[in-house]
């Protein structure tokens, strides 16, 4: 398969949410010193960003094909049978990122009119994380599946 692009939107929006995160740890640790009172909502500020760091992060690791795997049995396989095999665990995969999908979404919807307890908005944008990260996910498998096939058509003759 082609090597993926070295910067992606995932990447760039993770990179760009720790950078924050960071920022927002320090107020909350140089606000537990005398220099001065921190804010009360930098832990709860804290909390979320590493929630969307973590989600866009895994998609991330998604888009470069970067998860941990146990291929040694897999390698002994024909490329056929070994694709084949990748081509039926990226449909299960699929099929329960959409499930995940699902369930974030109607998460976001049922915490819609929830308040947080110290950030001024709705529990549903903690939630929203997953559903987008479930969405970023989901696409990266079809372009994977997509590409897999088009790698098969160019290497079989054509008879």
Not at 32 to 39: H, V
Not at 64 to 69: A, E, F, I, S, Y
Not at 140 to 156: C, H, M, S
Request: aromatic residues 10%; proline residues 4%.
């Amino acid at each position: 398969m082609n090597q993926p692009r070295k910067y992606s939107i995932e990447g760039i929006v993770a990179s760009a949410v720790f950078v924050i995160l960071i920022g927002v740890v320090l107020i909350q640790v140089f606000g537990r010193t005398p220099l001065f009172r921190g804010p009360v909502w930098t832990e709860e500020a804290a909390r979320w960003l590493w929630v969307w760091m973590a989600f866009i992060g895994i998609a991330e690791v998604e888009r470069q094909d970067g998860q941990l795997k146990m291929a040694f049995l897999a390698e002994l396989l024909p490329e056929a049978a070994r694709r084949i095999l990748y081509t039926l665990i990226d449909l299960a995969y699929l099929g329960i990122m959409c499930h995940l999908a699902w369930i974030g979404y109607n998460t976001v919807l049922r915490t819609w009119n929830n308040t947080t307890v110290t950030l001024p908005t709705s529990d549903a944008l903690l939630y929203g994380s997953g559903f987008v990260a479930a969405i970023l996910i989901i696409h990266r498998i079809i372009r994977r599946l997509i590409g897999r096939r088009d790698v098969t058509a160019k290497r079989e003759p054509s008879l």
